[in-house]
């Protein structure tokens, strides 16, 4: 099973916003507002929609923090791989509120309760709150992890192709 999903971390000055998880994978922990993407939709779209399903809240703008793939393995064999594109925002309206899915609370950012969340997150998120782009990519086993590598997305500061 291969799924491409996205996370999204609304931002308000030093504070990020986190659901906790009422259902689905993740159910019990801290983690971003986000799913699965859909047929026909892009990242960005489904990443809006996620949030305005999850929390009532619609991003104005979003900005691409990176992209992080979780590959699970079961008895020796991948169960599931899930490309996740992480966004945050810091532009959105209304205020957020609690669905079937999620319940909302602000954490200030040095205060982000990783003992309650994916084990992963400890790596890359600051990296993310801290305004960088990352790569990374983990791998579980029954959901424990087991390996991962994770690298700081650079800006080129050459263009990568030369039309002239
Ligand atoms: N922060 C973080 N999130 C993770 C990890 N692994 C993992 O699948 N996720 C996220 C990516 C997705 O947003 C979400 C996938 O869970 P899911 O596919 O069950 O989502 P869901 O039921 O809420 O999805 P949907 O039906 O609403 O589309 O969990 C991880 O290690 N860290």
Do not use: C
Request: glycine fraction near 12%; proline fraction near 5%; hydrophobic fraction near 40%.
């Amino acid at each position: 099973m291969i799924l491409v999903e996205t996370l999204l971390y609304l931002v308000r000055g030093g504070e990020v916003l986190l659901i906790l998880k009422k259902r689905g994978l993740g159910a019990g922990l801290y983690n971003g507002v986000g799913g699965k993407v859909k047929p026909g939709e892009t990242p960005e779209e489904a990443a809006v929609r996620e949030a305005v399903e999850e929390i009532g809240v619609k991003p104005l703008q979003l900005n691409w923090g990176g992209l992080l793939e979780f590959w699970n393995f079961v008895d020796g064999g991948v169960e599931s791989v899930h490309y996740v594109h992480v966004f945050t925002s810091n532009s959105y309206v209304g205020e957020p509120r609690e669905s079937e899915e999620a319940i909302p609370q602000w954490f200030r950012k040095e205060e982000v309760p990783y003992d309650k969340m994916w084990e992963d997150d400890r790596y890359w998120l600051p990296v993310v709150l801290g305004g960088g782009r990352i790569y990374g990519r983990f791998e579980f086993q029954k959901w424990k992890l087991r390996r991962w590598s994770l690298y700081l997305l650079e800006e080129a500061s050459q263009p990568l192709l030369d039309l002239v």
